[in-house]
């Protein structure tokens, strides 16, 4: 037998004896070191060993020599961390804890679909439904004809049809977008092609709505506001209101009268540059003369303007309910202030319903672009909203 097989046997037998002759001197003995004998080498330490353990103590030999457990204090045992699995009552398994009530709070409810029903039920009363579902009064209906007459034709130059088909290959525009009329400057292509590209960059790298607004909706509106695509060039301007709030007074109240606070991301306005509306600017607002309120904003410049749409933007697989619901509140909100416009010019109330033409706005989630109509419903005496949407997808960019 190898010598360092004979050295081990001995080192156990050894530090039996000793055990079985006194009480353990150390918490866990049979982790003391080994005889400096034995081999320390690779091959000693691979070697499999024979272990003889028939000179082992029986646990009833050993037990007299272990010293008595001591009792455990109630406070000691409820200081420890350890969890007993024998001790697990029928609510210790199955009462939920209290953040899980609110985490399943959270998901039965749904804050949106409580912010519709709350505008539903509250003042005025706002009704977000298709314009198939209802008879829409004939101010909601021309507005729309008028915008849906040669929706998406006949709005890019004839001259650009070969290099608008390059952008994207798999997905070829139809003939009738394009017009031997018109023409647009040399570099609005390139401009198109990058929002184009990063479009689709923020689509496949999933960035949030901040990355929409800023690197695909802002350039477009600008794009489009610069050129000749517009009534004319400057007639309009954008408006970044992300960080504005509503005025409070034209907010829609909920069932309880607490203003219902909602804010939207752009807005289109007539600009005060352009020669056609200056001069009612400066005599309406801007000038010295009124200073009338023009909008439902509440910042000291874009509450003197008048804006005619608003865009709500969500990144793509966005919330369609909440855009829907941000653009209501600041179109209805819209409607409140043309009608105290029209009450300071001195139309009547049922006047004032049938004047004040409806409010358009856009919900932009990802690529896909859906417009909407808000006006004041005819068919009712009391003060009521209809924010009415209609399916008409804008083709993806």
Not at 37 to 48: C, D, F, H, M, T
Not at 170 to 185: I, M, T
Request: proline share 7%; glycine share 6%; charged share 25%.
């Amino acid at each position: 037998m190898p010598a360092a097989t004979l050295s081990i046997e001995s080192w156990i037998e050894n530090i039996i004896s000793e055990q079985v002759s006194k009480p353990f001197e150390t918490e866990h003995p049979f982790l003391a070191s080994p005889p400096p004998s034995v081999s320390s080498s690779p091959e000693g330490r691979l070697r499999k060993k024979k272990r003889t353990w028939d000179s082992c103590p029986t646990a009833s030999e050993m037990g007299d020599s272990h010293p008595p457990k001591r009792t455990r204090t109630g406070a000691e045992v409820g200081d420890t961390t350890s969890v007993v699995l024998s001790e697990r009552t029928e609510s210790t398994i199955f009462q939920p804890t209290p953040s899980q009530i609110v985490s399943a709070a959270s998901r039965s409810s749904s804050p949106t679909r409580d912010l519709l029903n709350e505008m539903r039920l509250g003042k005025p009363t706002v009704m977000n439904v298709e314009l198939s579902e209802i008879e829409p009064p004939p101010k909601a209906v021309n507005v729309f004809n008028y915008l849906a007459d040669g929706f998406g034709k006949k709005y890019i130059p004839l001259e650009l049809k070969e290099k608008v088909l390059k952008i994207d290959r798999f997905n070829p525009l139809p003939d009738d977008v394009f017009s031997e009329a018109g023409k647009w400057p040399e570099y609005c292509l390139d401009e198109i092609e990058k929002v184009f590209q990063d479009a689709n960059f923020c689509g496949r790298m999933c960035q949030d709505e901040n990355a929409w607004c800023s690197k695909v909706i802002y350039p477009l509106l600008s794009w489009s506001e610069s050129t000749g695509v517009s009534r004319s060039k400057n007639f309009f301007q954008v408006e970044d209101i992300r960080t504005q709030i509503v005025s409070m007074e034209y907010l829609p109240r909920n069932h309880n009268g607490v203003p219902i606070n909602k804010k939207t991301d752009f807005a289109l306005a007539i600009s005060p540059l352009h020669p056609e509306a200056s001069g009612v600017y400066n005599f309406l607002s801007l000038g010295t003369n009124h200073g009338y309120i023009l909008s439902q904003m509440n910042d000291v410049y874009t509450k003197r303007i008048l804006f005619f749409t608003a865009i709500e933007v969500k990144a793509v697989y966005g919330n369609t309910q909440e855009a829907i619901a941000q653009l209501s509140v600041w179109s209805t909100a819209g409607l409140r202030c043309l009608k105290d416009l029209l009450k300071a010019a001195g139309h009547t109330r049922d006047d004032m319903f049938k004047t004040i033409p409806p409010i358009i706005g856009w919900t932009v989630v990802g690529h896909e672009w859906q417009l909407y109509l808000t006006y004041y419903s005819e068919s009712s005496s009391e003060e009521m909203v209809s924010s009415a949407l209609k399916g008409s997808d804008v083709p993806r960019y």
